[in-house]
């Protein structure tokens, strides 16, 4: 499954460059939260080259968690600016990501026998199906979320301080459509929740068991 996953993103990337990321391995398997059948995994898109070119920007209008994804230098997504504003659109940006996966999963014959059905977009991810070939979890769900990391951490309007004792973690925008502008972008905490977890039951307790159940 890695290996075709490896193979759609090489092709993502040869069909164009601006998509060409370092994948993270993200949610609740990757966190050591996940009940049952390892039948679903998360994977985040970085672009180390937008680091620090891309912006959060919030206003009166923003909805609480969300935020505008503004470039305070050129960069390859500059053909997603919505026109008229300084904003990315992410709706665009997420969609574009859609259509070259499903067109590199045709270059790589794949439709039909590795992967079941075309990747449809559901909250800020692209998904699609694997075959497993295992009888007990037939289809293996993969989300490929877009993720811009954030120089910054939000500002006191839209999010609580940084908590103590997590460091070189980043705060990053991801492209969860709205339905009321394809401006706004969701401010994601999944970097900061890791490092939360890694350390959380470091006086004995069961904090992270707890959590476990409560996500099954």
Not at 182 to 208: H, L, T, Y
Request: charged share 25%.
């Amino acid at each position: 499954m890695f290996d075709e996953l490896a193979k759609i993103m090489t092709k993502v990337a040869s069909a164009d460059p601006c998509y060409n990321f370092r994948v993270q391995f993200k949610g609740s398997s990757y966190e050591g939260l996940k009940i049952g059948k390892p039948d679903e995994f998360d994977y985040g898109l970085v672009k180390d080259a937008w680091t620090g070119k891309i912006a959060l920007a919030v206003d009166a209008s923003t909805p609480a968690g969300f935020g505008y994804a503004v470039p305070t230098i050129s960069t390859c997504l500059d053909k997603f600016i919505i026109p008229g504003t300084k904003h990315l659109d992410a709706n665009k940006i997420r969609g574009h990501l859609r259509d070259l996966v499903e067109d590199a999963m045709l270059m790589l014959k794949m439709k039909g026998d590795v992967v079941v059905k075309p990747p449809w977009q559901g909250g800020p991810a692209v998904t699609f199906e694997f075959v497993s070939g295992n009888p007990e979890f037939r289809f293996i769900s993969i989300d490929l979320a877009i993720g811009i990391d954030l120089v910054h951490w939000p500002p006191a309007s839209v999010a609580r301080p940084p908590p103590a004792g997590v460091k070189n973690v980043k705060v990053q925008l991801v492209p969860k459509i709205t339905q009321e502008n394809p401006a706004f972008w969701q401010i994601s905490f999944a970097q900061v929740e890791k490092a939360i977890m890694e350390n959380i039951d470091k006086d004995g307790g069961c904090r992270k068991k707890v959590l476990q159940l409560a996500k099954y």
